[in-house]
């Protein structure tokens, strides 16, 4: 039988590990509600992102609708369509309009040359993502919403632990949304947060993840429930002091994977960003169906005779899902529609090991060969 080789696997701390840090919890009953595990975990959190606050969440998704919910807005919301449905669902579940505008072609974040002109008396904010862990261009994008009053919020699920020009990732624009999902470079198990330099936020996104309560007798918002249980901080805590030799790890496999694909005409990835302290969190390449002599979808299947599960992310864009479809067009934003068609996001996980990496490049060595026969 074939050993499978999944795209991701999540990163976890020993089971003893872990028993010892939920241990206390027995003693305590506290397993909900701002606990001293909750409490633990933000501040580590703060001072690992580099950020002024962090209010901790459910999920990335929820981190998401809560920035948004803070910011009151009202309204468009210029964003990306090369991302997880999770942007844009929180984008129309929060009573916004979405305007997609498309990707740049070099690092498939949003083209700040087509930016402007999306802009219109409803535009109220910009919704970016630092796709794949690759930033943003954060100056011209602050530039832009200062020149027209808007809010910048950042779908960061892809940049845990990110420096840019050696500031936390999550310390730009109005609010950073983080996610720890289990997938996520660094999970507690289900979870994100949300990071904001303006702490008038921290009291507003305190009461809206617990109902609104701002006392025993008193409602002050119309919230959700989005709080992060004492279990899950339990393992962000403990997978926590794993995470600079989870990234390291990361590093030195996509050295590996690049090193052995550079010289493979027709497969291209994003260049090393300038400024940019990676956490190497996915490993997409684009596959030219001239150049190579086979399209992704038939690289993929390859791959998947060998045990091998790269994942098609993100293709289809968001635009292109059902329930976006009728409103919207892939066609308006061409290069995000190209990139989708062409992307295949390889196996990346802190304990993929080096045979695997180059079993995998050779699976890929193997197509071009055969096929320009
Ligand atoms: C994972 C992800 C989310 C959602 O985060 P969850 O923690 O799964 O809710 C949002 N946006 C992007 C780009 C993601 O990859």
Redesign the pocket.
């Known amino acids: 039988m074939i050993k499978k080789i999944q795209v991701t696997q999540s990163s976890m701390p020993s089971y003893d590990e872990y028993c010892e840090e939920i241990k206390d919890l027995w003693e305590s009953k506290w397993l909900t509600n701002s606990g001293v595990k909750h409490k633990k975990l933000q501040c580590k959190l703060k001072e690992f992102l580099g950020v002024e606050n962090v209010s901790l969440v459910t999920?990335?998704?929820m981190a998401?609708e809560l920035a948004l919910q803070s910011l009151d807005l009202d309204g468009e919301v210029i964003t990306t369509p090369f991302?997880?449905v999770?942007?844009t669902n929180a984008i129309v579940r929060s009573g916004l309009k979405p305007v997609f505008c498309d990707i740049n072609a070099t690092d498939f974040t949003i083209d700040i040359n087509k930016m402007e002109q999306l802009i219109t008396p409803k535009t109220v904010a910009i919704l970016p993502?630092h796709v794949y862990g690759n930033v943003c261009d954060i100056e011209k994008i602050q530039e832009i919403a200062n020149r027209h009053t808007l809010k910048v919020i950042y779908?960061a699920?892809?940049s845990f632990g990110i420096k840019y020009k050696g500031e936390g990732i999550g310390s730009f624009g109005d609010a950073s949304c983080f996610?720890?999902?289990a997938t996520?470079v660094f999970n507690t198990i289900?979870g994100?947060a949300v990071c904001y330099g303006n702490d008038v936020f921290t009291d507003k996104i305190t009461k809206i993840r617990n109902f609104g309560i701002s006392s025993p007798t008193e409602v002050e918002y119309i919230g959700t429930n989005a709080k992060m249980n004492e279990f899950s901080a339990s393992m962000g805590l403990a997978n926590l002091k794993y995470i600079d030799d989870d990234i390291e790890k990361r590093k030195c496999i996509v050295e590996r994977y690049k090193e052995n694909l550079t010289s493979l005409d027709g497969i291209t990835f994003a260049k090393k960003q300038a400024n940019v302290q990676s956490n190497y969190s996915y490993f997409p390449i684009l596959i030219d169906q001239q150049l190579f002599g086979a399209n992704r979808d038939f690289v993929a299947t390859k791959l998947e005779e060998h045990g091998v599960y790269a994942r098609k992310y993100f293709y289809p864009i968001v635009t292109e899902f059902k329930c976006y479809k009728q409103e919207f067009s892939g066609f308006d934003t061409p290069v995000a529609k190209e990139i989708s068609e062409k992307v295949l996001t390889l196996p990346l996980y802190p304990k993929l090991s080096f045979e695997e990496i180059d079993f995998i490049c050779d699976i890929l060595k193997g197509i071009k060969k055969r096929r320009n026969i």
Do not use: P, Q, W
């Open positions: 999920n990335g998704h998401l991302t997880f999770s942007t993502v779908d699920a892809h996610s720890f999902h996520k289900e994100g």
